[in-house]
């Protein structure tokens, strides 16, 4: 029978705190087993890991922060959305969503239904984080609406893009022209599409300075969120290394 480790074993052999070995245990990196109240680890699943040499985090800090926090930020992505009257989404560097999206226009929910429309806006977003990553801050998604974009930082460097819009502030012409092609891309009547697209919000040229600053208002929002987070893990840290388990 292979043998089993303690947490405290695991911890030694590892060089990282307790804290670290749950988060292994929930990611799949540690198989254990619990006996009792007490986690057991198969010593061969410990020795892979060291042999392999994988870079194991070490500190709660470095370990809890690449999960973003997105049911702490999303009350505050949905009120900026409700407030502003557009919609909102925080994408991460590569342009994967972080939260949901706040406040979908309906022209964009018709789309988002559709199979292809949906893959569409999820290569929008990725186009949308390469733009962004290059200094752009105005941007324009597949089907021609508008949206800002403002960086998220977190310790000094950035963690994602919040992402607001989905307005009209081209000419009209130019928009409507592109329904056609939308109704026959995506399958989708283009009655539907046009009664959709009468609805989408329009940022007129003296509000498209206000709407401008309006992300980095946000983003800062956010970052505030993420600063009390980093706090709160720099006191689990302190609290881990004041603690032990068995």
């Not at 401008?212 to 609290?239: C, D, H, K, M, Y």
Request: hydrophobic letters at 40%; one cysteine or more.
């Amino acid at each position: 029978m292979e043998e089993l480790l303690t947490t405290r074993q695991v911890q030694d052999l590892l060089k990282v705190d307790r804290i670290t070995i749950y988060r292994m245990l929930q990611d799949g990196r540690l198989k254990g087993v619990k006996i009792g109240q007490q986690w057991r680890f198969p010593r061969g699943n410990v020795e892979k890991l060291l042999i392999s040499g994988s870079p194991i985090e070490t500190t709660v800090a470095a370990d809890l922060t690449a999960a973003f926090p997105a049911h702490c930020v999303q009350p505050v992505q949905d009120l900026f959305a409700e407030v502003s009257g557009l919609s909102a989404v925080i994408l991460d560097l590569e342009g994967s969503p972080q939260t949901e999206i706040s406040n979908p226009c309906d022209f964009c929910r018709l789309i988002w239904k559709s199979d292809s429309g949906r893959l569409a806006c999820l290569e929008t977003w990725r186009e949308f984080a390469r733009q962004a990553a290059e200094g752009q801050k105005i941007l324009t998604c597949h089907a021609g609406l508008s949206y800002w974009v403002h960086p998220v930082i977190e310790n000094s460097k950035p963690v994602g893009w919040f992402i607001t819009g989905g307005c009209i502030q081209q000419s009209t012409e130019a928009a409507q022209q592109r329904l056609v092609e939308l109704s026959q891309q995506f399958n989708i009547p283009i009655e539907k599409l046009q009664d959709a697209f009468d609805k989408i919000p329009r940022i007129s040229q003296e509000m498209r300075a206000r709407v401008n600053a309006w992300p980095a208002i946000a983003a800062r929002a956010v970052e505030g969120i993420l600063r009390e987070r980093t706090s709160f893990i720099e006191r689990l840290q302190q609290i881990a290394n004041l603690t032990q388990l068995s």
